[in-house]
Every structure is written in C-alpha cells, then in structure tokens.
C-alpha cells in the first residue's frame, strides 16, 4: 500500500449498527465511484437481522449482519479495518478483541473517556501488533477518493466543497474532528485539498498520535506537504520537531498549535479535549509554536494567517513541479429522495435481455448441449453456488430415489381424491404437498439434525440411542415397516453405494452405519432407511463442499432438506393426479365398511 492509510479497496467491518453513519460512508463510496462498498459487514451482537438494507446511489445494497467480530472477520478476511463504534463501556473490549483475533491493520474507536489505565493497556498491545488505532475520541480519517471513516468530512455536500471527494496534496493531522472539518475547507479554499487526513482523538491517551502518521505520510507519495494542528497540553509535537531535526521528515510541515490564549488566564484552564491541558511550561500552546518555528517548520503568527502560509506553501511546491495540476473528476449526485424496496431476490434476475440464475444465462444452463441438469439449476437456484458434477449428480439421484412411492400413502391418496373431485392439477397437487410434514418426509430434516447433533458432541452410538430414548424421541431415518436387515431396501443400499464412490468423505453416513448395528441388534427391521440416509448424506455433501457448521445448520432448520423431498415427490403427485384424469375416474367415497362406526345418542343436558 505504500504507506497510504486507506486505498479504494479497503472494506471496514463496522462495530455497532450506526445506521447515518453507514450511510454516509456509502454516499461517499458511490460519489467518488467505489467499485465495492467500504463496509463489508456490520457487527450486532443484539440483532437477529442478516442483514441492513441501505442506498447506494439510486439504489440499495444489502450489508450482512453478524452477532460477533470473530464471526464477522472470518466471513470477510480482507476486511482489515475495524470502526468501533461501542460505547466507551465496552470500546475497550471489543477493541482487545479484535487484536485477540488478528488481520486487523487499523483500528478506529469513537468513544471518549475510556479509563485511562485501560487505555494504555489497549494501546500498547495494538503497538506490539503492529495495529495502528485512531483515537478513542475521534471521528476517525479519510484518504480522499478512496476511502472514509463514518462521518469525517461531514454531509456530501460539505465533502465536495472541500475537496475530499477527491485526492489532493496535503496530509493533514488534527486532534479535534471538528477543526479536522475546518481545516479541510481551509485547504482546499487555498491549496488543491488533502491526499491523506486523520484525527488522532481528543483523550490523553491515543492510540496513535502525531509522529506517527507524520512518518507514514512522509513515505506516502501522495503526500507532497503536511499540515500539523496540535493543541495546548501534551508534548507530542516535540516528537515532530525531533523528526524533523534528525532528516527523518524532509517534506515541508504547516503547524499550528491552538490554545495560545491560555496565557491570558491567571490558573490552568482545560479546553474541549481530556489531553487539552497544559501541566507544564513546555505544554503551552506558545512554546510549542515557538519550539516548531525554530524547527524550520511553517508556523503563522497566529491562526488566522494559516491559509495564507499554506497558500504559500502549495504554490512554492508547484512552482517548483513538486505538485501538478489536478484534474476535477464528475461528482455522480445523490438522489434527494430515495425509496426502499419492499421486496429483495438474490437468485435470479429478469431485467436485461435474458433472465439470469444466479449470475448464469438460463441459456447456459437450459438446453442439452450445456451439459448442465437439473441437478446445476438447483445448485444455483436454491444454493448461488456452482456445484461439483458429483453433487449435482447426487441431488439428481435423491430427485429420483424419493420421486414417488405407489398410491397409497398419504400424500398421493390426498391427490388423488381431489383430482376425482374434478380439481385442477395445481389444487390437487396441493392437497399432497400439505400432508408433507414431521410424519410424511420431515425424517429427512430429522435425521439430519440429530445424527449431526450426535456426532458433533463426541457420542457414541450407544450413547445417542440412550440418550433419544430419554427424550422420548423414535430415532428419525431410523426404522422400515417392511424392510430389514435380511431384506435391505435397494433405494438405501444405491445411496450408499454412490457415496463411497463418489463422496470425497462420508464421516456422518458412518457414524449412522455404526448406530444402525445398535439399533438393529434389537430388532432387525430397525435400519438406517432411504430418509435418514439421503439427509445424512445431505450433510455429508455440504461438509465436503466446504460449508461451515453453522451453514448448515441453518440449512437444517430452515427444511432445505424436506425441500428435496417435496421437489421430489411432486413428480409422483402429479404423475398420480395424471393417471386420474387420463382414467376420468368419478368422484372418490370412502366404503363404509372400512370404517368403524361407534356413534353413540347424544346425552341430553
């Protein structure tokens, strides 16, 4: 990165959901034209929510939500800026936090007033890292056309008048957010405005401090010169004088420290800042003017004629070629009124020429010389990923192992009957859907779950039938009325055929086999039967896919797998519905003498 704080790459993981303050990072990312938004995820730990909508220009984006920065930073890795947002209770903690987990480059913190004693402690293990922090205290920095912490710089309208929407020439590094605002406007009034700004926070004790991005903007090319806006109170800007002694900073330096009126008040006096407090002589806004003026570095008499040194700094420097013209970009305008969308689909999109799947042209994967199947479509459709062709294969053999199962069960009657009432296909249809449920196809959602639950807490076999038999719970996957161990169900055995062929592992169909020995020991038509292997199975492919534990679990909970058997069944259904119409079968009554009849005369009150 050559020493620039930020690039137009840097994404932010954004601790605390500031809705404004999000926003507002996002109307900058879109008027400077960012390719991808800056902030890459949000941590919530009190949300339930997946996602935040927000506008990007005319239209919204969604930015995922997470409970926690660990789960955060590992869905998005290269998110190497944390804005911690907490309040000064917690900044501390979610801080440490973050150094505990790693790939964080810089760290911003808006709270003030964290203990001091902590703030040391904070502060040291970050310089130990190699993590630069900003603040606690401030409102954060800003590499013009790149990159924007929160709410630096102001409105857009503001960011524009003062040419943060673009880079210039300047580095800038303040204490106060507030003259950070000001100063920006000063700049571009009288220079062609900053490469590269920061407002190290208003505490005693920051986490990075003046030297520090004076260093990096000195090797930051973008950087031609560097304003310095100090404040009565600390000695930090004598780190910059020594720098500047010793050759370690050549580039020009404007500085000023506020504060000078100090010496017109007979007692010590304690300015906006917690660090704004001079304790000693050397502390005062005046000597450390006098102290940097003597340095070589630009100092005005007072800060009124501040623009007029920068004009002058900024002209000598492109006199001398150092800086060039800077060409003005188009700012894109943000719309004044924006409306929300009431609906969102990640999965398909029908508004150019052809209707995509998941990014995919339905002619890429529609007709035959694709070599794509339905197996592909719902790998996209259902899943927005890619499947291996021995996934895709065996979502297709689960289709067509659970397709259908004769007339008699219940969802087939159901669609039968409605369809000899003379219903349509799609009511009939619906009739059999609705009988899918924890006791017709929900084995599969069922199986999954507590074969995965079992196998996840380390029990043994023995141990997971004891302890579903506690709970009062039939095994799901487990039992067959007319199969057994002697008379083995094809449809089960042609499952797991395939997956020791093709399944890079099948540790959960293992586990199942060895709890199936438990089980059949007692009574042998107690065997693994086709629901529980196709869910188990299910959860073996989706580990060997690479997706993580609490994915599928989602997956689980959400009936994804019961999915498979609905899409699978329909086939059936609608192949019964068929047969009654094409038969023209009349009107369906139960015989009477397959009912028992026990009607009692109804006792009178």
């Known amino acids: 990165m050559e020493n620039r704080l930020f690039t137009k790459d840097t994404q932010a993981i954004f601790w605390n959901n500031n809705k404004s303050a999000i926003q507002r990072m996002l109307d900058y990312d879109y008027v400077i034209q960012r390719e991808k938004p800056s902030v890459a995820a949000i941590v919530a730990p009190t949300s339930s929510n997946k996602f935040e909508k927000f506008f990007y220009g005319p239209d919204e984006i969604m930015v995922p939500v997470y409970r926690s920065t660990k789960e955060a930073?590992?869905?998005?890795?290269?998110?190497?800026?944390?804005?911690?947002?907490?309040?000064?209770?917690?900044?501390?903690?979610?801080?440490?936090?973050?150094?505990?987990?790693?790939?964080?480059?810089?760290?911003?913190?808006?709270?003030?007033?964290?203990?001091?004693?902590?703030?040391?402690?904070?502060?040291?293990?970050?310089?130990?890292?190699?993590?630069?922090?900003?603040?606690?205290?401030?409102?954060?920095?800003?590499?013009?056309?790149?990159?924007?912490?929160?709410?630096?710089?102001?409105?857009?309208?503001?960011?524009?008048?003062?040419?943060?929407?673009?880079?210039?020439?300047?580095?800038?590094?303040?204490?106060?957010?507030?003259?950070?605002?000001?100063?920006?406007?000063?700049?571009?009034?009288?220079?062609?405005?900053?490469?590269?700004?920061?407002?190290?926070?208003?505490?005693?004790?920051?986490?990075?401090?003046?030297?520090?991005?004076?260093?990096?903007?000195?090797?930051?090319?973008?950087?031609?010169?560097?304003?310095?806006?100090?404040?009565?109170?600390?000695?930090?800007?004598?780190?910059?004088?020594?720098?500047?002694?010793?050759?370690?900073?050549?580039?020009?330096?404007?500085?000023?420290?506020?504060?000078?009126?100090?010496?017109?008040?007979?007692?010590g006096v304690q300015f906006g800042h917690a660090g704004a407090s001079a304790n000693a002589e050397r502390e005062t806004a005046e000597a450390k003017n006098a102290a940097m003026r003597e340095a070589g570095i630009h100092v005005p008499t007072s800060f009124n004629d501040l623009p007029k040194v920068i004009n002058e700094v900024y002209n000598k420097l492109k006199k001398e070629g150092v800086i060039s013209e800077i060409e003005e970009p188009a700012v894109p305008e943000i719309p004044k009124y924006r409306r929300p969308k009431n609906f969102i689909c990640t999965i398909s999109d029908d508004r150019g020429e052809e209707a995509t799947y998941a990014g995919f042209p339905i002619s890429s994967v529609a007709t035959p010389d694709t070599g794509k199947t339905i197996g592909d479509v719902i790998s996209l459709l259902w899943f927005k990923k890619v499947y291996p062709r021995w996934a895709v294969d065996f979502i297709e053999t689960v289709l067509?192992?659970?397709?259908?199962?004769?007339?008699?069960?219940?969802?087939?009657?159901?669609?039968?009957?409605?369809?000899?009432?003379?219903?349509?296909?799609?009511?009939?249809?619906?009739?059999?859907?609705?009988?899918?449920?924890?006791?017709?196809?929900?084995?599969?959602?069922?199986?999954?779950?507590?074969?995965?639950?079992?196998?996840?807490?380390?029990?043994s076999p023995k141990e997971f039938v004891a302890y579903m038999k506690k709970q009062g719970i039939p095994i799901p996957g487990?039992?067959?009325?007319?199969?057994?161990?002697?008379?083995?169900?094809?449809?089960?055995?042609?499952?797991?055929?395939?997956?020791?062929?093709?399944?890079?592992?099948?540790?959960?169909?293992?586990?199942?086999?060895?709890?199936?020995?438990?089980?059949?020991?007692?009574?042998?038509?107690?065997?693994?039967?086709?629901?529980?292997?196709?869910?188990?199975?299910?959860?073996?492919?989706?580990?060997?896919l690479g997706y993580r534990e609490k994915e599928i679990d989602e997956f689980i909970k959400s009936g994804t797998l019961n999915a498979f058997f609905i899409l699978g069944r329909t086939i059936g259904f609608i192949g019964h519905i068929l047969d009654e119409k094409r038969l023209a079968m009349p009107m369906y009554r139960h015989p009477w003498d397959d009912i028992l009849y026990d009607v009692q005369k109804a006792e009178e009150i």
């Open 73 to 267: 930073k590992a869905a998005h890795p290269n998110a190497d800026v944390l804005l911690n947002f907490a309040s000064f209770r917690t900044a501390y903690d979610v801080t440490m936090e973050a150094l505990d987990i790693g790939g964080f480059r810089v760290i911003m913190i808006t709270a003030e007033g964290i203990p001091e004693r902590l703030a040391r402690i904070m502060n040291h293990r970050a310089r130990k890292e190699g993590v630069t922090i900003i603040g606690p205290a401030t409102v954060g920095a800003i590499s013009p056309g790149a990159f924007k912490v929160a709410n630096i710089g102001g409105t857009i309208e503001n960011i524009v008048k003062s040419k943060l929407h673009r880079p210039g020439s300047c580095g800038l590094v303040t204490r106060s957010g507030g003259l950070f605002n000001e100063l920006s406007n000063i700049i571009a009034l009288n220079a062609d405005g900053i490469a590269e700004g920061v407002a190290i926070g208003g505490d005693r004790y920051v986490g990075s401090v003046f030297i520090d991005h004076l260093l990096r903007m000195e090797q930051n090319p973008d950087v031609k010169y560097m304003i310095l806006l100090g404040e009565v109170g600390g000695i930090e800007e004598y780190k910059v004088i020594e720098a500047v002694k010793s050759g370690k900073i050549k580039k020009p330096i404007i500085a000023w420290c506020i504060g000078t009126i100090a010496k017109h008040f007979s007692s």
């Open 478 to 544: 487990i039992g067959h009325r007319i199969k057994s161990v002697r008379n083995p169900d094809k449809r089960v055995e042609g499952l797991k055929k395939y997956a020791a062929e093709f399944f890079p592992s099948t540790s959960l169909l293992d586990y199942a086999l060895e709890v199936e020995k438990e089980t059949t020991a007692k009574k042998d038509n107690l065997i693994l039967n086709v629901d529980g292997t196709i869910g188990i199975l299910m959860v073996d492919m989706w580990r060997a």
């Open 400 to 459: 067509k192992t659970v397709a259908d199962h004769g007339p008699a069960v219940s969802g087939a009657h159901n669609a039968k009957v409605t369809a000899r009432a003379g219903k349509s296909v799609v009511e009939s249809l619906v009739t059999g859907l609705l009988t899918i449920g924890p006791r017709f196809g929900g084995a599969i959602d069922g199986a999954a779950y507590y074969f995965k639950y079992a196998y996840d807490n380390n029990m």
